[in-house]
């Protein structure tokens, strides 16, 4: 079973993101499932590191990892305290923390188009967070 996200709409990442249609519509197709994460001509980083893991990465970190990529940001990072199932948030390392970036929300299981900053001060008080 391939699991699927919903995306930002494409005017939505190259309006926040400055990136071209192509990028956009690569971002959305990686969140959606329709690009596969593998092609190794679209991906050749993402994939030579997948190749270097000793486990190939699921699906998600796939697909952050290839985000990263085509966005060209700086790194995939956990966001929130990182305990026994991971951290709360994954994002895509922008270079400053009111940038606007990728954000993977574990708990609500869906991809936000914000800052690192923003999701931070809407949660970081909730009991969701702090007991993760």
Same mark, same amino acid.
């Given at each position: 079973?391939?699991?699927?996200?919903?995306?930002?709409?494409?005017?939505?990442?190259?309006?926040?993101?400055?990136?071209?249609?192509?990028?956009?519509?690569?971002?959305?197709?990686?969140?959606? %499932?329709?690009?596969?994460?593998?092609?190794?001509?679209?991906?050749?980083? !993402?994939?030579?590191?997948? !190749?270097? *893991?000793?486990?190939?990465?699921?699906?998600?970190?796939?697909?952050?990892?290839?985000?990263?990529?085509?966005?060209?940001?700086?790194?995939?990072?956990?966001? %929130?305290?990182?305990?026994?199932?991971?951290?709360?948030?994954? @994002?895509?390392?922008?270079?400053?923390? @009111?940038?606007?970036?990728?954000?993977?929300?574990?708990?609500?299981?869906?991809?936000?188009?914000?800052? *690192?900053?923003?999701?931070?001060?809407?949660?970081?008080?909730?009991?969701?967070?702090?007991?993760?």
């Amino acid at each position: 079973m391939r699991t699927t996200y919903k995306a930002p709409s494409a005017k939505r990442l190259i309006d926040a993101l400055n990136i071209t249609p192509e990028q956009a519509d690569t971002v959305r197709g990686l969140i959606q %499932g329709t690009v596969k994460t593998l092609d190794l001509v679209k991906f050749p980083r !993402s994939n030579a590191y997948f !190749s270097s *893991c000793y486990r190939q990465p699921e699906r998600l970190g796939r697909v952050l990892v290839c985000l990263n990529e085509t966005l060209e940001m700086h790194g995939v990072e956990s966001l %929130g305290p990182v305990q026994t199932y991971g951290p709360p948030a994954e @994002y895509l390392n922008a270079g400053d923390t @009111y940038a606007a970036t990728l954000i993977f929300d574990h708990r609500a299981g869906n991809f936000k188009l914000t800052t *690192c900053g923003d999701w931070l001060e809407q949660n970081e008080n909730k009991a969701a967070f702090r007991n993760w």
